[in-house]
């Protein structure tokens, strides 16, 4: 049967015909549905954990115990988990282990565009990587085939268009797991200094082995046509290459790493010029150029971005491989559409009021991100998960500013903000951390996180009382906030830079959009507004230009009632008062 499936639906698929049965993961784009979609097989545990690194070694104990387990996780998420994925590559495992590493080329999500084939060689794990959701699928099953023959993690390397576009998908019968048991093994798990030597000759045998199995594998494949070009390519960049060069010989790479070295340099015979593309890093070209096979490659495409067609076309002519614009679409134009925080977002208020306090704001991942952007402008810097408190820490005990705020929201402070935090207890740094609690991981799609109450499945499940939880770690100041109140805000902030040691304020109020859309009532702007623009700087998509101009020239202000949410900020920064309830309006024209 065939079934359209995006690459993240047909890696959940895959996995489940292939016997995983236990799945964990911290959200992040564009990785997210793998285990949304997961989860809904029946006989499977697929859980969020609090973040990478816990979901890998969650995994790590299923494989373990001879289940079949994959972990999943944007290409950033590779990084946190990166501690047990070096070691556990030494160990090797007992029950197939899969990990997916969604890299996200042209970060539409993300702070960078780290290319993590980088991952093969340095962590000496295999990488599988499809071009479409049918090669998804498919590359999964071999994937934990491919684990348990070879005693090895093996990494499924995706990219942002192969985990979103759709693409038909031949599902097939689920097969049935092996029964987990676990069974000691303390030569193989223990890795201090003595067994992990030994283990270590194991890796490096076992890379040879994989080796020959690059030569061998059939999803490696030469597509011989004409012999004027060859194209080493692999990934999303295969699809291009096949609809712009139709008639070019191919050499398709589904196995990363190792690359099949001899078997691209007998393709590299039989083609008069070898040309290499591929996304982001010179991945493939180097290995070649190292090997001794000359291609040609970065000179032509770029370092930076996703390949897409029109840019490949471009390179293509660049290299002289095809005419300038030859069969390339007319570009349309579309009108940019930059992202900005949702009508009646809770975080608004917080960061025009950090705004107004001229405070140093040391930010975070996650949607309060948007506030470095015009209007607001309230938010400073942006590292990784949970940097924010470590930096503003660091500006803090350097003396580097008066006023350090770290903003992190509820996610992304249990995912790795309560170490920093602690280390501002225990190092006494006078710091403002600021904690946006929405009651959601509302930047990848509301997805559930330990303190919302429920888990991946929607079952209840014990949830953390951070403001607890904040006290317990030993800070004295805590103060709970209204962010829909800026003067309540305001001075619970001002407080907050008066006193000893570091300060925690958390906001109450939910996202507008998970688990469900919050529309209240809407608000309208009468036509004494006199233009002068103070509620287009809290930067609520809902207010506009209305088009009509006062005698001083500027422009009147209307709101969008429809997108409106009735979170009254803009009232609260009107001078003149004039934004009232949309209700009272109409009552008075019926009446």
């Keep these: 049967m065939n079934v359209l499936f995006s690459g993240n639906e047909a890696v959940a698929r895959g996995a489940y015909e292939a016997g995983c049965r236990f799945g964990a993961a911290y959200p992040g784009t564009p990785s997210s549905e793998i285990m949304e979609n997961f989860v809904r097989y029946p006989g499977v545990h697929a859980q969020w954990s609090p973040n990478e690194k816990v979901a890998f070694e969650v995994c790590i104990g299923a494989s373990m115990s001879g289940a079949r387990a994959m972990a999943a ?89 192969i985990s979103h576009s759709k693409g038909l998908v031949e599902v097939g019968e689920p097969k049935e797991p092996v029964p987990a048991k676990y069974v000691k093994d303390i030569d193989k ?25 690059a030569e061998e594998i059939d999803i490696n494949r030469e597509e011989m046509n004409d012999s004027k070009i060859g194209i080493v390519t692999g990934g999303i960049s295969y699809q291009y290459v096949k609809e712009i060069l139709p008639d070019a010989s191919v050499f398709k790479i589904g196995m990363t790493y190792p690359l099949p070295l001899e078997r691209i340099r007998a393709f590299a015979g039989k083609v008069d010029r070898l040309l290499v ?85 040391f930010g975070d991942i996650g949607c309060y991100t948007l506030a470095a952007l015009e209007p607001l402008e309230a938010l400073h810097s942006c590292i990784c998960m949970g940097a924010s408190i470590g930096n503003a820490i660091g500006a803090a005990l350097v003396k580097g500013t008066a006023k350090p705020v770290a903003i992190i929201g509820d996610s992304t402070f249990l995912h790795s903000g309560i170490t920093g935090l602690l280390d501002s207890v225990y190092n006494q740094a006078k710091v403002t951390v600021v904690i946006l609690d929405n009651h959601a991981t509302a930047m990848t799609g509301g997805q559930q996180h330990p303190a919302t109450g429920y888990s991946l499945n929607g079952e209840p499940a014990p949830d953390v009382n951070i403001p607890e939880l904040v006290k317990a770690l030993g800070v004295k100041n805590v103060h709970l906030i209204d962010p829909y109140n800026l003067d309540q805000t305001k001075k619970a902030l001002k407080t907050s830079f008066k006193e000893e040691g570091p300060s925690v304020v958390i906001t109450t109020r939910p996202c507008m959009l998970f688990p469900k859309k919050i529309k209240g009532h809407a608000y309208y702007i009468t036509e004494d507004c006199n233009g002068c623009g103070a509620c287009l700087r809290i930067g609520c998509p809902a207010i506009a230009g209305a088009g009509v101009f006062t005698e001083k020239g500027l422009q009147k202000v209307i709101i969008d009632e429809t997108t409106c949410t009735g979170c009254e900020l803009c009232v609260q920064v009107c001078p003149i008062d004039v934004i009232f309830p949309l209700a009272e309006k109409e009552k008075a024209v019926k009446s």
């Design 73 to 161: 996780m944007k290409h950033v998420g590779v990084n946190v988990a990166a501690d047990p994925l070096m070691t556990f590559a030494y160990t090797g495992l007992k029950g197939g282990f899969v990990l997916i590493s969604a890299d996200d080329p042209e970060m539409h999500s993300s702070q960078n565009e780290q290319d993590n084939r980088r991952w093969g060689p340095f962590a000496k794990i295999p990488i599988l990587e499809p071009s479409d959701s049918a090669e998804a699928r498919e590359f999964v099953m071999r994937a934990f085939q491919l684990s348990e023959e070879y005693d090895t993690p093996v990494m499924l390397r995706l990219t942002t268009r």
């Design 277 to 361: 593309v591929e996304e982001l890093e010179p991945f493939y070209e180097e290995q070649l150029k190292i090997h001794g096979i000359p291609c040609e490659g970065k000179e032509y495409t770029t370092l930076l971005g996703e390949i897409t067609p029109e840019r490949l076309r471009n390179s293509l002519a660049k290299a002289g491989v095809i005419e300038n614009g030859k069969g390339a679409p007319k570009p349309e134009n579309v009108v940019p559409r930059p992202p900005v925080l949702c009508p009646g977002c809770a975080h608004r208020g917080v960061f025009y009021a950090l705004k107004k306090l001229k405070a140093d704001v």
């Design 189 to 213: 798990y223990v890795m201090m200094p003595a067994f992990a030597r030994k283990r270590h000759i194991i890796v490096e045998e076992r890379m040879e082995k994989l080796r020959r199995l």
